[in-house]
């Protein structure tokens, strides 16, 4: 029998004097979604970014850059697909 790998989440230091405290990591078995807060010339955004194992080294993909209502709108489609988990 395997090892079972549960996400986890994960509290991130701020990289820099423009990121906002709340950054996170969601970690799983060789995937890392990292989300950080920062303040940028558009105002406060959030910048998504995933990395994962490809067997050999990490990949990371290019940042998502979320505003408010953006960030807002996931939120909420997520949140929908938490209620059918109940």
Known sequence: MGVVVVPVIVDIERGSEKELEGGFRVSGRNVNLWVRVYH?????????????????????????WLGRDLLDELVARLSRISAMLI
């Open 40 to 64: 940028t010339n558009y105002g406060k955004r959030v910048r998504l970014t995933v990395s994962y194992n490809d067997g050999y080294r990490w990949v990371n993909t290019p940042p998502i």
